[in-house]
């Protein structure tokens, strides 16, 4: 794995948000102010399945949509809102703007971002791109709308293997950014020459795989799930390696009675909703001696609740703003993965 030389930047990682219990009267009253507010602004929201799952069932009851970031994107850009309301971490938000420019778009908490995106300053990231310009540049969607403009493709975990499958048809060199682990499943996967941006998320980088190996013993008939940003040793394991999307398909579709999850654990709502007769596991993730023995849930993604998008609907000063230089510089590669896949449907 060749990994860029350039050192990324340390990532401060916030505590996880402590948001005051409520009883069912009042989270069903909270819920109705929000459903009222969300009409009164011709708003729809649109929520990750890592985000709290009051939020995820808000979404749908009020419409709106519940999906990886490869379908949040399709859904702002086909939706006829006024108001997006991104529940989720800021690059999702950043990129329901980049292709609603003409849409005002919403997050709970601006300051709910994401290490890959942090760990991959553009500054930094466009002189790594200019030492190697023979390379065709394709980042993660984990990335600020700075870092995209950069870039020739924008992919996101469901779509880069034919993506890069593709590219590699065209004989293209290709050098990656932010995620390491991501890109080395995919430079494995496809055997494309790829230079790699070395960042990883804090979430799934903390699966440990000595210790998985100890949950598959104590569960033998269990299938293991595991997103491609978890570290090789981890994905090595797994009899399922996909996107969000993919891994909650896998606990529908397999025979399978248990499943041991190594992604965020957000994702357990829809599967349960899916799934409701599978036994869910969450992998581990503690090292010797620590206190937690699965923490998989990334604290950007906790800034989103109930709480947050009331007050964000009430003040309505959590707004995303980019750009317009960058904006469409941004929305190339973008629209070119939404080409693509388009295209991948059409041929079935």
């Known amino acids: 794995m060749s990994t860029s030389p350039t050192p990324t930047p340390q990532v401060q990682v916030p505590p996880h948000p402590q948001w005051p219990a409520l009883t069912a009267d009042a989270k069903a009253q909270l819920t109705t102010r929000i459903k009222a507010l969300l009409a009164e602004q011709q708003a729809v929201l649109v929520a990750h399945y890592y985000t709290d799952a009051d939020l995820q069932s808000l979404a749908e009851e009020t419409g709106g949509c519940v999906a990886d970031s490869l379908e949040m994107a399709r859904f702002g850009a086909a939706s006829d ?25 919403l997050m709970p908490d601006l300051k709910a971002t994401c290490s890959l995106d942090e760990g991959c300053p553009a500054d930094r990231f466009s002189a790594f791109c200019d030492a190697h310009p023979d390379h065709t540049v394709v980042v993660y969607a984990n990335t600020s709308a700075q870092v995209k403009a950069r870039a020739d493709w924008v992919v996101t975990s469901s779509i880069a293997l034919p993506i890069v499958k593709h590219l590699k ?44 190996e100890r949950v598959r013993r104590l569960h033998p008939t269990a299938a293991v799930l595991v997103h491609p940003e978890a570290p090789d040793a981890v994905v090595d394991q797994a009899d399922v390696v996909g996107s969000t999307t993919q891994l909650i398909r896998a606990v529908v579709d397999l025979p399978n009675q248990e499943f041991i999850v190594a ?10 909703q899916l799934a409701p007769h599978k036994t869910l596991i969450a992998a581990p993730t503690a090292g010797e001696g620590a206190t937690c023995e699965s923490c998989a849930h990334c604290p950007w993604m906790a800034m989103n609740a109930l709480q947050s998008l009331e007050q964000v609907l009430l003040r309505q000063d959590q707004e995303v703003h980019i750009e317009e ?4 510089r941004a929305v190339l590669p973008i629209q070119r993965m939404l080409d693509f896949a388009r295209a991948q449907a059409t041929r079935g």
């Open 263 to 272: 992604t965020d654990a957000g994702i357990f709502w829809k599967m349960h």
């Open 81 to 105: 809102a006024r108001t997006l309301v991104v529940c989720g971490v800021r690059f999702m938000g950043e990129t329901a703007k980049i292709l609603n420019p003409e849409k005002r778009v």
């Open 325 to 328: 230089s960058v904006r469409q």
């Open 169 to 212: 048809a065209q004989g293209e060199k290709i050098l990656w950014a932010p995620d390491k682990h991501l890109g080395h499943y995919v430079e494995r996967m496809t055997g494309a020459d790829m230079l790699l941006w070395d960042g990883a998320c804090v979430v799934h980088e903390e699966f440990k795989s000595f210790a998985l």
